[in-house]
Each structure stands twice: as C-alpha cells, then as structure tokens.
C-alpha cells in the first residue's frame, strides 16, 4: 500500500478534519497548537525558520506526523514584484508570465511556502469590479493561455523540483460577472455563458495541471458556489476528471449563513464538504485541540476519505513527507539584480501606447516639468502584494538620478483624491518655462483589488482637470497612466497627443516606465481589456454577440467595423438598432489594441485549405492559416499578431469575433517574417449547453478568419466546414 492510503487507513476522524482545514492565526503559540492539534495547513508565518519550527511540530509531535502545507498569495512576485496580472497580460507573452512566476515560486519556496493562492483566471469584463487587476482580462483564450503559463511558471513538470510551488486557481466559478461590479455579488449566467466563458479558462488550467482550485464567493442560480455540488463535483471532479484540493476562499464557508442557504456554521460545513469542497479556509472543522465539529455520520466518509485523500497527495507530490523543511540559510529575504532585471523587462513589455502623435519617444534634454500625483509616489506595486515586498522609486526619483544633466522641475499639481492640496495655476505656470510636460496619473494601488469596486471610472480627484491644464498651455505633453483597471477617458483623452498606460508595475517601475518613455525599450502591450467610454456602457466587451438589431450603416450596407460596435453614430442612421443614443458605439480602446514606435504591415493571408471536412476535423485534422508581417517603420519592434474568428452561421449566437490564436514577435525595421496559426476542433468548436452535459461541437458551415495587428484588422479570409 502506498503512503497516502496508509494514512488514510490509519486516521482518526478528527485527524481526518484537521486534515481539512486551513487556519489563520498570525499569533505564534495559537498557530502552534492548532498545529499540534494536526490542522494540516496553516497560511506562511512569514520566515524560513518560523515555517521550519511549525513544520517540527507537526512532523515530530504529531501522532501521525503530517508536514504541513504552507500557503500565501504570491499574486505576481514575493520579494520581487512584477507587473500585476492584468499588466502581465497585456503582454500577450505567456513565456513572460512563466517567467515571473517561476521567480515568486523559487522566492516564495525559499521561505517555506508550498502552496499559493494564484492564478486568478476569472474572465472580467466590468472595470467596476476591483479584482479585475487580479486577472487576466476580458477574454477566455487569453486567460486560459495566461493562467496555463502562470501554473508552468509555479509548478514546473514536476513539484517536488526545489524552487517549485503548488497553484490554487481561483475562484471556481463567475466571480467576475459580478452585479453591477461590486465585489462578492450575486452572479448569474446561462449554462451557454458559463461553458463558453467563465468554466473556459479553469477548464484549461485543469488540464494544465493545476493542483488546487479555490471557490468562489459568488452564488450562481442562486447557489453560492462553496455549496454548488453540480459545479463543483459535477463539472469539476467528475466531468473533467481533476483530480487536485478544492479549497474553499478565506471564510467562504462560514459564509453561506449571511447568504442564507445554511442555519448556522456546521450546517453550511455539511454542504460544503458534500458539495465537494476539500479544504475549509479558516478553521472551522475541528477546535483549536483538533476535536472534529461535527460527529461521524455527519458528513458521508467516503468524501471525507476522498478529501483526505487529495490533501496527502498534493503534500505527497510536494516531496513534504521526504523533505518538509527547507535550508533556512538559503532563504531570499531581497529582490536580487537578477530578479530585478527580469521584472523591469516584464515591466516594460507590460506596458501599452494608447496613442501617440510622435511625441513619446522623448529625448531627456532640455527642460522637463514633471506633473501629477505619480511623478513622486512609489505606489508602483498593485493591490495584491505584502509588507515584506522589495518597494519601487518614484519615477522622478528615477529620471533625475538617470539623466543628471536634464533640468527636471517637479510640480505635482494634484494629489489622487479630492480633498488634496491643488495647485493648478503653478503647473500652468511652470509648465511654459519647460519644452516638455510628462503628466503621471492614475489611481493608487488601493482603489483596486479585493473590495475595491468603484462605482466611477475616471481618474480620481482633480487629475482630469490637471491633463486639461497642462493641454491648454500648447506645451508638448504626454500621459503616463498607472492604475489598476480600465478607465474612462472621455474627459481628457482627445487633449492628450500621446498616452502611455503603464497599470501597476512592480518593484522595477520606474525604470521600465523611463525606459519606455526614452525609447530604451518599446511599447508593444496591447489590451486585455476594453477601456469603456462611459461607466453606463459597461459591461463592454468585444466578443459580444450580434443582437437582431446591430448598428448599421444606413440600415443596409453591412459594414464589418460597425458590425462588431467599433463605429461611431455619425455612420449609424438607422432608430430600431442596438446603440445608445448618447454614446458612439463601442468602447474608447478596444482589447487587442496598442501600437508602438514602428508600424507593421500584413500582407498574403493564405490557407492551407480553404475547407475541411466535419470529421476530419473531429478526427484532429487542422488547417494552416500564415500571413507575412513586415516592419516597415524606421525602429525594431515587437508586434502582437492577432488571430480572430467568427463563426457566421450557428445554432447558437456567436461572438461577432473571437481571439482564437496571437503571438507576440521581435521583427527588425524592414524585416519580414510569416506567422502561422492552427484551425482545428478549438478554434473552430464552442460548447453546445443545450445537450446533457455540455458537448464541445464544431457545427459545418462558413468561418471569417481576421488576422492582423487589432481587433480592427481589416484581412478577412474564409474557411468552411463540409
Ligand atoms: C480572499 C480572496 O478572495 C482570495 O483570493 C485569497 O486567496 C484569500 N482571501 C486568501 O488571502
């Protein structure tokens, strides 16, 4: 018999609870005797020794002696801090995300940790919603690429490696479609939104290999989801045959009393747990002396052993039971050049150009007037980062120390809030002495994140008027944006002649952001989500699908950009069409969008069939679609390739486009290159929610294909399914 169904074997009932539970007690003797009680996991208590010394206890003074795991949200970096996930995503480079993650891994597991709280592969597509910086943006494919890459970047091939650390993907399921945005709220979709959208990107990370999956704290149909069996066991477990801990959110159980489906504590433990939940956040199973809460009986023992039986596994593939302490010497308590060096360049590849007249990139000489609440401010780490995290500069601080011979003047003009001290009339005034004004806007780090929803999207305080200010005086000016959602730029963005959004960067901030703005290094980001006009036209989002009605030309020329809501309602004539009368179509960025200090030019979109035939294409067989892409600026340059998809005619609605494939490519001024993309059973497919369960089906008829640079790519080819 192997060692895990040894102890299985062997267990008491309330070691078997203890087993299932996670507690947070940042006091040091409590832990510890929740500890000895047998709890088998706790949160980091901060240090390589203190883990070492819970580790002791449970494997040297426990009956059983059980390591612990030892978990944390290492969200984008432990000590070293790299762009937030949503910034990581605009990189559209999944080797980035990779990267970044396997460097908090090898910091975080120097201190003991084993287990983290990340990826979020919630799709987001209401910028309200706090934790939309968590994520990965609006979009399945890119989330699931991401969350897939972030898991590599964690787990590598094999967890016992040193340097490694188990994933919990999170939050099982449609915490983003939440409400109106506001964090914890009620969401509720159809079985055909669910499948092809929000179960889309966990479905992928599942197959990726994720060790643990965390619940949500929404309720879908009415179910919050710590006690949603179908989803939970159903699709989870069963259909999709993971075979990894599902642990419940911090309190998410307890929880499912406020919501109204459980009496009291125990209840709402009973459901969770049969809803095949296997680790409870927070300590509600047994008492701090390890006696079960609830009597045997109470819950069905074959699930209990089950439960049990995934926690020991994941402590057994972490190597915990060979090797549960780690080399308290060998822990790394800073941010290492090495490791800086690697997040200023996934920095710096985070970042997107908006737009821009020429302006950017800038030639640090002369006279420049720095302006804004984040010209100063080292707020540059995002929402989801702790105390011990390497902080970062301001970005003043780094242009004066990197260019001591350019006269920089700073006057921040405003602060982030409304109540701040405002000096307006200064920074018009300064700003005519000076050849250049750099604006650094945005919203600290703590208006986004968990229980950070906003209800406005504009840049708090009086930053608007300040952009305005700046504009009238005729002084050259750019933007720079450091914020950690979409925003609403109606109120300033035609003033501004070049934009840089540059999101929450990390430890390294300020020099990839000067890097940027000196042309060190390009701006190639794009979108990975949409930045809405107004906050009334929110959720907005690209793969949308066509109403009866869409906003057309005249009402009879089907034009493709207004078909896909990119058009403004000068074009859009027609009453009894999907619009509001108030607000062109569509968003002010659309995803996808960024461009850079070089152009690109696509040419000779080919295929390697135009058709295939249906079961050919179950039987795996895919078409090839490649497309030359020239840089034909005077810059070397990065471009993100981008393959859309629309399925024309369907049994269900479809997304008027849909990202099946992108890549993001170095190309030297002048040089070609081709990109190829694959068509087969997942690009072409989708989830027909109508059968019992759920089946992935490619349905015969004509596909669009549109590669090209944006959303707005004007290449369209044809491909058919016989
Ligand atoms: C609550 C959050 O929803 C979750 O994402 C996080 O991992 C836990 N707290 C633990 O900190």
Redesign the pocket.
């Known amino acids: 018999m192997n060692r895990v169904e040894e102890l299985v074997g062997s267990m008491t009932w309330d070691e078997k609870l203890a087993q299932m539970q996670v507690v947070f007690r940042p006091d040091p003797a409590e832990l510890e005797r929740w500890v000895r009680a047998g709890t088998g996991a706790i949160?980091w208590p901060r240090s390589a020794a203190a883990v070492n010394a819970q580790q002791r206890v449970a494997v040297e003074q426990t009956r059983l002696g059980i390591p612990l795991l030892v978990g944390l949200?290492v969200i984008h970096g432990h000590r070293t801090i790299a762009p937030t996930p949503l910034a990581l995503a605009a990189s559209f480079d999944p080797d980035t995300v990779q990267e970044t993650a396997r460097l908090a891994a090898a910091e975080a597991a120097s201190g003991g940790v084993n287990w983290t709280?990340s990826p979020?592969v919630d799709v987001s597509r209401d910028p309200r919603w706090g934790r939309v910086v968590?994520g990965f943006g609006e979009d399945p494919y890119l989330a699931g690429v991401m969350g897939a890459a972030m898991i590599r970047g964690y787990q590598g091939g094999d967890l016992r490696e040193p340097g490694r650390i188990a994933a919990?993907v999170?939050?099982f399921v449609g915490y983003g479609h939440a409400e109106g945005g506001r964090d914890y709220n009620t969401a509720d979709m159809s079985e055909h939104r669910l499948r092809n959208v929000y179960l889309e990107p966990f479905r992928v990370a599942a197959a990726a290999g994720a060790a643990s999956v965390?619940a949500a704290?929404n309720t879908i149909g009415g179910k919050p989801m710590h006690a949603h069996r179908r989803l939970l066991t159903g699709v989870l477990k069963d259909e999709w045959g993971w075979r990894g801990v599902l642990v419940g959110?911090?309190d998410g159980v307890g929880n499912l009393v406020p919501h109204g489906v459980a009496a009291d504590l125990l209840d709402a433990v009973q459901q969770s747990v049969r809803a095949g939940l296997d680790v409870e956040?927070g300590g509600s199973l047994t008492d701090a002396d390890g006696r079960a809460l609830l009597a045997p009986g109470t819950l069905p023992a074959e699930r209990v052993d089950d439960a049990v039986r995934r926690i020991l596994t994941l402590k057994d593939r972490l190597g915990l039971f060979d090797r549960p302490y780690v080399p308290e010497g060998e822990e790394i308590t800073e941010a290492a050049s090495l490791a800086r060096a690697q997040v200023r360049a996934a920095a710096a590849r985070s970042t997107v150009l908006l737009k821009n007249d020429g302006t950017l990139p800038v030639t640090p000489r002369g006279r420049i007037l720095l302006t804004g609440p984040y010209a100063t401010s080292a707020d540059h780490l995002g929402a989801w980062t702790q105390s011990f995290a390497a902080p970062a500069g301001s970005v003043a601080g780094e242009l004066i120390s990197r260019y001591p011979r350019t006269e920089f003047t700073v006057e921040a003009g405003v602060g982030f809030y409304d109540d701040d001290p405002a000096d307006l009339a200064a920074v018009a005034a300064a700003a005519e002495r000076h050849d250049l004004v750099l604006v650094f806007a945005g919203e600290p780090s703590d208006l986004s994140g968990?229980a950070a929803s906003r209800s406005d999207l504009q840049l708090p305080g009086r930053q608007e008027e300040l952009i305005r200010t700046v504009a009238a005086t005729g002084v050259p000016f750019a933007v720079v944006l450091v914020n950690g959602r979409p925003l609403v730029t109606a109120g300033w963005i035609e003033a501004a002649p070049a934009v840089l959004e540059a999101w929450h960067l990390g430890t390294e901030a300020p020099a990839a952001i000067v890097d940027v703005l000196t042309g060190a290094a390009e701006p190639a980001g794009r979108l990975p989500m949409s930045f809405p006009r107004s906050a009334g036209q929110v959720p907005v989002y690209y793969a949308h699908e066509n109403t009866g009605r869409p906003a057309t030309t005249g009402g009879t020329m089907r034009s493709e950009a207004v078909d896909i809501g990119l058009v403004g309602p000068d074009n859009v004539t027609e009453k009894y069409t999907s619009k509001y009368l108030d607000l062109e179509l569509g968003p002010q960025f659309e995803f996808g969008h960024g461009s850079g200090y070089t152009t690109f030019r696509y040419a000779n979109a080919r295929l390697s069939a135009h058709g295939l035939r249906l079961d050919a294409i179950e039987a795996g067989e895919r078409a090839i679609m490649n497309i030359d892409v020239t840089n034909t600026g005077g810059r070397d340059g990065d471009e993100v390739v981008q393959l859309y998809l629309r399925d024309l005619v369907s049994s269900v609605a479809q997304p008027v486009r849909r990202l099946v494939g992108f890549t993001r490519r170095h190309i030297s001024a002048g040089e070609t290159i081709t990109v190829g993309f694959e068509l087969g059973m997942e690009q072409l497919g989708f989830w027909d929610a109508e059968e019992n369960p759920a089946r992935f089906v490619v349905e015969p008829g004509m596909f669009g294909l549109y590669p090209g640079g944006s959303l707005r790519a004007t290449c369209e080819l044809t491909f058919e399914i016989l």
């Open positions: 949160f949200d709280f979020m968590e919990a999170k939050h965390m704290f959110d911090a956040m968990e």
